[in-house]
């Protein structure tokens, strides 16, 4: 099977199970597909230094880390960082891209498969 360009766009707040599950898939899927991650909007608030364990939510750490080692790219749109006062976003220790909405719009224009979540 030939490898995708796979995107999934993270835009719900990472404050329930959505942002969780969707980096869980996006590792799957990592394994046999070329997976870029987006964060927009409220997704953002996921890759800043909170505590999701208060809130009861798995924290998806492991994913972020796992995700990078298969290949998969994590990126953040600049704007939406900026729109809510986010100037310092947690370190993972992988490499967290962030681009522009024109830079992002290409990458989900060059996918074969985009998954919203």
Do not use: Y
């Amino acid at each position: 099977m030939a490898k995708k360009k796979v995107v999934s766009i993270i835009k719900a707040n990472p404050f329930g199970w959505k942002t969780f599950e969707a980096l869980r898939q996006a590792v799957g899927m990592a394994m046999d597909h070329q997976v870029s991650v987006i964060f927009v909007r409220d997704g953002v608030f996921a890759l800043t230094n909170w505590n999701p364990q208060m809130l009861g939510v798995p924290s998806f750490d492991k994913s972020i880390e796992a995700l990078s080692m298969l290949g998969g790219k994590i990126i953040v749109e600049k704007e939406c960082l900026g729109d809510r006062g986010i100037t310092k976003l947690k370190d993972f220790g992988v490499e967290i891209l962030i681009k522009d909405k024109e830079e992002i719009c290409q990458i989900i224009s060059q996918a074969e498969v985009v998954i919203t979540w």
